[in-house]
């Protein structure tokens, strides 16, 4: 699914190795939020490693134009630290947007499973209310959310815990479990102890020294 071969970057020095099976969930554990988030972007494309190769779903990412790595992210999604969210759309036009925008199914398909998502997550606050009214909590839950909703082969969690409870860690690692069918899932985290509430995953340790 995604093999990555004397990876090194901008802040992450140490080379990586390793290897991810289809289905499988996979812990990354990263000293610096800034090596995580680069580590999220060598690995979907967005950015060059300064060595090594990513081999992503049988393609070498060194080797696709442009257009190719647009058609290959379409098959992942993304929960970002910072959420993602755009502020001037309601919370329900957040949620729905990719999958519209990607016709991934037709928009009653794409309603009935988002309003389904919603209700497996407990949201409770009103659809249509504003970004503004969330808490942190619920604008993670939303960015879950809207990945689920996009029916994707891989999902990669950036911090998904920073801010959050212990209570509401284990709660949400729960939720993301029921929810992740089949897919590929991949954690980027800033502890080791983080990493052990995932259960059956595969832990990946980035330390430096």
Not at 30 to 55: A, H, W, Y
């Amino acid at each position: 699914m995604i093999k990555v071969i004397g990876l090194t970057g901008e802040f992450i020095n140490k080379q990586m190795n390793f290897e991810v099976e289809k289905g499988s969930k996979t812990v990354f554990i990263f000293e610096k939020d800034e090596q995580g988030s680069e580590f999220l972007k060598i690995v979907t494309g967005i950015k060059s490693p300064n060595r090594g190769e990513v081999i992503l779903m049988g393609r070498r990412l060194n080797e696709l134009t442009r257009d190719e790595l647009f058609e290959l992210r379409k098959k992942i999604s993304i929960v970002f630290k910072t959420g993602g969210l755009i502020s001037n759309l309601k919370t329900w036009e957040n949620l729905m947007l990719p999958a519209l925008y990607h016709k991934i199914a037709d928009e009653e398909s794409i309603t009935k499973r988002g309003v389904e998502i919603l209700k497996e997550l407990a949201f409770k606050r009103e659809p249509m209310c504003s970004i503004s009214q969330l808490t942190k909590f619920e604008k993670r839950l939303i960015g879950i959310a809207r990945a689920f909703l996009m029916m994707p082969e891989i999902i990669i969690f950036e911090y998904p815990f920073d801010g959050l409870e212990e209570s509401e860690k284990k709660w949400l690692t729960e939720k993301i479990e029921k929810l992740r069918d089949k897919a590929t899932i991949l954690y980027i985290l800033g502890s080791e102890k983080e990493g052990l509430l995932i259960e059956k995953a595969n832990i990946i340790k980035n330390a430096e020294n």
